[in-house]
């Protein structure tokens, strides 16, 4: 919008800054992890494909947008879509697909939030907290 009246905003990424945490997870709870996996596998593909059609092709997501909200505008669409393939890819979700995510970077993000003093006793054990048991294709 701004860049539509003129203005030339400047984009601060956080990760540029050196912390670098995932933008959009999905959490569950131990319980339905182990009693509903069928359901956590389903539900992870359906965000999986979701994303990866709109990163792919944006018009039906827009199209949907401006139906709810005729006031948004085309341009603003199209650059959030550009700001968010940067977002989301990456060389993680080249190798892996959408929604890849590896221990090594959640193991960087816990010893980031370990060194800011957000954990009582130190980093821990990333491998407990995430799992790729429903990522694969």
Known sequence: ?????????LNLYVSELGYNPYTSVLVVSEKT?????????KMVQASRDGWTKYLENAKGADDLMKKANSQVDQAVLDYGHAEL?????????????????TTERWTDLAQQLAAMGTFP??????????TSQFLAK
């Open 1 to 9: 919008m701004a860049q539509g009246k003129g203005a030339k905003p």
């Open 33 to 41: 992890l182990k009693e509903k996996p069928d359901l956590v596998k």
């Open 121 to 130: 006793k130190g980093t821990p054990d990333v491998t407990k907290a995430w």
């Open 85 to 101: 393939l940067k977002l989301c890819r990456n060389t993680d979700t080249e190798k892996l697909g959408t929604g890849a995510m």
